[in-house]
Nanobody, 122 residues
Framework: QVQLVESGGGSVQAGGSLRLSCAAS?????MAWFRQPPGMEREGVAG????????TYADSVKGRFTISRDNAKKTVYLQMNSLKPEDTAIYYC??????????????????WGQGTQVTVSS
């Protein structure tokens, strides 16, 4: 069983930065961030492999967001820079205990956090 606890959400003006954290209990797992904008479907943002050596990003955030992990602290981070109003969403941390590499496909993830709100104002 893996429990995920997100933190770091909040409100920021366009062009600003936020860092999200996701603390994972249990064993080392492949992890990712997803987001759900208001009135829209949930979408993949970034993923990172079990060891941290491989990452994947949605085209909409490449060059602005960076996913990283500290396995000693069992924590995954999402550094979000140059934020835009369209980044406004509830951000969810997800874990996949069955694979070592990350995807941005929701169905591959079997554990989910509660979500944290990110609001970017223009």
């Amino acid at each position: 069983q893996v429990q995920l606890v997100e933190s770091g959400g909040g409100s920021v003006q366009a062009g600003g930065s936020l860092r999200l954290s996701c603390a994972a209990s249990g064993y080392r797992v492949c992890m990712a961030w997803f987001r759900q904008p208001p009135g829209m479907e949930r979408e993949g943002v970034a993923g990172i492999s079990t060891g941290g050596g491989s990452t994947t990003y949605a085209d909409s955030v490449k060059g602005r967001f960076t996913i990283s992990r500290d396995n000693a602290k069992k924590t995954v981070y999402l550094q979000m820079n140059s934020l835009k109003p369209e980044d406004t969403a509830i951000y969810y941390c997800a874990a996949d205990s069955r694979r070592s590499y990350a995807t941005l496909k929701q169905y591959t993830y079997n554990y989910w956090g509660q979500g944290t709100q990110v609001t970017v104002s223009s």
